[in-house]
């Protein structure tokens, strides 16, 4: 029989998804300390723009600079997920979460894909991948 992916929350996914919490904070607050503590330093962040047809990755230190620009440019910026899809196998763990994205007045819907791993007893973004 298989299983259903959706996740009951367990508690092995709750780290998981207190680091998922971490990176909604940064974004909202645009806060480089949060996010330095939701992804690892050599995390990449990919996008792929479904209107433009592109894909874009960047390492961290960009990405935060993009969240400080879209802060700037619309004074509130602010991630909404729900029904995440939480597997943790070991050492890694994946989210797969469909999102909405307030930039000021502006909302834009996407999905987020993050790779974790457990860093020094710790959960860390390596990846994030996302659709808008």
Same mark, same amino acid.
């Not at 919490?21 to 645009?30: H, P, Q, S």
């Not at 993009?66 to 991630?79: P, R």
């Not at 909405?100 to 987020?112: A, Q, S």
């Given at each position: 029989?298989?299983?259903?992916?959706?996740?009951?929350?367990?508690?092995?996914?709750?780290?998981?998804?207190?680091?998922?919490?971490?990176?909604?904070?940064?974004?909202?607050?645009?806060? =480089?300390?949060?996010?330095?503590?939701?992804?690892?330093?050599?995390? =990449?962040?990919?996008?792929?723009?479904?209107?433009?047809?592109?894909?874009?990755?960047?390492?961290?230190?960009?990405?935060?600079?993009?969240?400080?620009?879209? +802060?700037?440019?619309?004074?509130?910026?602010?991630?909404? +997920?729900?029904?995440?899809? $939480?597997?943790?196998?070991?050492?890694?763990?994946?989210?797969? $979460?469909?999102? $909405?994205?307030?930039?000021?007045? =502006?909302?834009?819907?996407?999905?987020?894909?993050?790779?974790?791993?457990? $860093?020094?007893?710790?959960?860390?973004?390596?990846?994030?991948?996302?659709?808008?």
């Amino acid at each position: 029989m298989q299983q259903s992916l959706k996740n009951i929350e367990t508690d092995d996914d709750a780290p998981v998804r207190h680091t998922i919490a971490t990176y909604l904070a940064a974004l909202r607050t645009a806060e =480089k300390s949060l996010f330095l503590e939701a992804f690892a330093s050599t995390a =990449k962040v990919g996008h792929r723009s479904i209107a433009e047809g592109t894909f874009k990755e960047s390492a961290l230190q960009e990405f935060v600079e993009e969240v400080k620009s879209l +802060h700037a440019a619309n004074g509130y910026v602010e991630e909404f +997920h729900s029904d995440p899809v $939480v597997t943790v196998t070991g050492p890694v763990a994946s989210v797969h $979460v469909p999102f $909405v994205l307030k930039l000021g007045e =502006k909302e834009v819907t996407g999905t987020d894909v993050f790779a974790l791993a457990k $860093v020094d007893d710790q959960w860390k973004i390596v990846n994030k991948l996302y659709s808008a």
